[in-house]
């Protein structure tokens, strides 16, 4: 989860580093620090200055304002504890006893206990609680032995250092050394964790995410894993697990938007929400092709991609999870097509029996999620390990990030190009990523024609048409409701629970505005099938507890009309997301939403979800785009 850079080149390192962690802190905010080292004239061994601070970038900040950090090149970190309290003394860098290396690292050392008690029984002292501190305290060992043979500081001999500790460590790591003996080199390396490189002009910056990049180059070296690189001023040397030297073309950073910019709204995640409707346009310009004779919808996708399909598996985590849901539901009832979902987490420990003619697709907003990426290699492993063809491995990634480790595991992607997102709360991506799987159930459907709904080419047609409206639909609904979820948000101020209901193919966005409230006002909430609210959840129902259910005409409105009515007998506060209309009286209050067919009101009910969360947090003063314990990218199992 954690975030880290690394800068080396002709300019001063520290305001390039503390830039790209500005743009990495959505990656985790208990704690920032910094290190740089600064070459004295005359001399070789550098002088390190380390900085860190508990608390968000803003503190970290002051200090290097009071203290300065010299030096041309340096490495950073923003962190997410996994390891220790979110105290200052165990934020990144750490460094060795004598304090010549410094270490940043995004991932968890699954055996540091072993290694911390071997170190401890040579006399070293830590001070801190991370798993990361062995590995600076390693690396010194390391470097104290080879120079003892003679060997004087080089590149090569911190390269030569870090490859013979890093078969020590047993997990998942993307790291960056400093050695204060070297001022104009540094080290990187990584294992199931993201890093990518920058090339600049005699500059390089190494970073955990594009958006650190993006202000500095469009030019990147993605590292695979398993691979060490060394950096200087005059280029990189890339070698492979095996100590092999690499050599590997550069790529360009694909679409436009990859720097962060809140404009005139109060939070990022507002900003996002307002996005939408631009988010749905340049989808259906993309992919849903206007005039006859096409295909319904247009994807960046090979036909072998649909050819003999029998049964669909999808693995996410999260929100990810509830679009998959969705998209689960669109593809038995539009294309016919069986379809699961797994909990990424769980599958890898529990998967499923073998099917042939399977395809998989791995749902991850930032294309780094650990266990989704996980999930996906053993069943890639699994699979190849059959010899009959049905059983290979056919992968398939929704993600935002095109660039990222996803893109570099599976053989097709669909892009949901949703621009960056910087509220840890997704809300843009996760209509992206229902747009991905109404394209997808569209492209089957036709090919398949139809599904066991009824669904036929007419039908989908329709669909597809209507589709083409989202777009303005959902700039009339986001102006709506931001003000009638502002206005109602107060009536949350003492809220300590919260049910959200909903059946079909709105249950997984009953699921969803559950996890948004949750996630960013700290208020207890769950999504419940409306139809299981009676066998267990009714029971803590009182006028303390309010109900938001979702209701839409089409098969289980008037189901779910009945599920509500059952809330209000108890005294629930009911909130409605519904069409305006005589049924809807029963709601104590409604978040109205237009009539659409009822396959595509999950495209509008989430509106609501999104925004009654984000004002409820807004008004209680949390911290919206940065709330607690939570980080943009998972990417630690």
Request: aromatic share 6%.
């Amino acid at each position: 989860m954690c975030g880290i850079v690394a800068v080396i080149g002709s300019r001063e390192a520290a305001p390039l580093l503390l830039e790209g962690l500005r743009q990495l802190e959505y990656r985790g905010y208990d704690s920032a620090g910094i290190a740089t080292v600064e070459s004295p004239d005359g001399g070789q061994a550098g002088q390190l200055t380390c900085l860190r601070a508990e608390g968000k970038l803003v503190n970290l900040t002051n200090r290097f304002e009071a203290h300065g950090a010299a030096g041309l090149c340096g490495i950073g970190h923003t962190r997410w504890a996994t390891h220790g309290k979110p105290e200052e003394r165990n934020a990144h860098p750490h460094l060795d006893g004598p304090g010549r290396v410094a270490v940043v690292q995004n991932g968890i050392i699954e055996n540091y206990r072993t290694l911390r008690e071997e170190l401890q029984a040579e006399g070293v002292v830590f001070r801190s609680d991370t798993d990361t501190e062995v590995i600076p305290h390693l690396l010194s060992r390391e470097l104290a032995r080879l120079q003892a043979e003679g060997r004087r500081p080089s590149g090569a001999l911190l390269l030569q250092a870090l490859q013979a500790v890093l078969p020590r460590l047993h997990g998942a790591y993307a790291l960056a050394v400093l050695w204060a003996e070297l001022p104009s080199a540094l080290v990187v390396a990584r294992k199931a964790a993201p890093l990518l490189i920058g090339l600049g002009e005699g500059e390089f910056l190494c970073a955990s995410d594009t958006p650190a990049l993006a202000g500095f180059t469009r030019t990147i070296l993605p590292l695979e894993d398993g691979e060490v690189a060394l950096l200087t001023p005059l280029g990189i040397e890339l070698y492979d697990a095996a100590g092999d030297r690499v050599q590997r073309t550069p790529t360009l950073l694909s679409g436009t938007e990859h720097v962060a910019d809140k404009r005139s709204f109060r939070h990022f995640m507002l900003k996002e929400i307002h996005e939408q409707p631009e988010t749905a346009a340049l989808w259906v310009a993309r992919h849903l092709p206007q005039g006859s004779g096409g295909p319904l919808v247009a994807l960046p996708l090979d036909d072998d991609v649909y050819a003999g399909v029998e049964r669909i598996q999808i693995l996410a985590c999260g929100t990810s999870r509830h679009a998959a849901q969705v998209g689960a539901y669109l593809l038995e009832q539009l294309a016919g097509i069986p379809t699961s979902v797994f909990y990424a987490s769980e599958f890898r420990y529990a998967p499923p029996p073998l099917v042939p003619n399977t395809l998989t697709i791995g749902v991850t907003q930032s294309g780094e999620t650990a266990d989704t990426l996980a999930a996906l290699a053993m069943e890639q492993e699994r699979r190849r390990a059959v010899a009959d063809p049905a059983y290979a491995p056919r992968l398939l990634g929704v993600t935002n990030r095109p660039e990222s480790s996803l893109g570099r595991l599976v053989d097709h992607i669909l892009d949901i190009g949703a621009g960056i997102e910087v509220g840890v709360a997704a809300t843009k991506t996760f209509l992206g990523q229902l747009l991905a799987f109404y394209g997808l159930a569209l492209a089957f459907a036709e090919r398949r024609g139809g599904g066991a709904g009824g669904h036929g080419p007419e039908q989908l047609r329709q669909l597809a048409a209507a589709l083409r409206q989202l777009p303005e639909q959902l700039r009339a609904l986001v102006d709506d409701h931001d003000r009638r979820c502002e206005q109602l948000a107060h009536l949350f101020a003492d809220t300590q629970d919260v049910i959200f209901l909903g059946r079909g193919i709105n249950f997984p966005i009953a699921l969803e505005g559950a996890l948004k409230l949750k996630e960013i006002s700290y208020i207890h909430a769950e999504g419940y099938p409306a139809g299981e609210m009676k066998h267990g959840p009714i029971a803590l129902l009182d006028a303390r507890v309010p109900v938001v259910s979702i209701a839409v005409p089409g098969s289980v409105f008037d189901k779910v009309l009945s599920n509500a009515q059952e809330a209000k007998a108890r005294d629930a506060q009911l909130i409605g997301v519904a069409p305006d209309c005589a049924d809807a009286e029963l709601f104590d209050t409604l978040l109205p939403v237009p009539v659409v067919d009822e396959l595509l009101s999950p495209l509008l009910t989430v509106i609501p979800m999104q925004l009654l969360s984000y004002h409820i947090a807004a008004h209680r003063g949390l911290d919206v785009d940065q709330p607690r314990n939570l980080a943009k990218s998972v990417t630690v199992e």
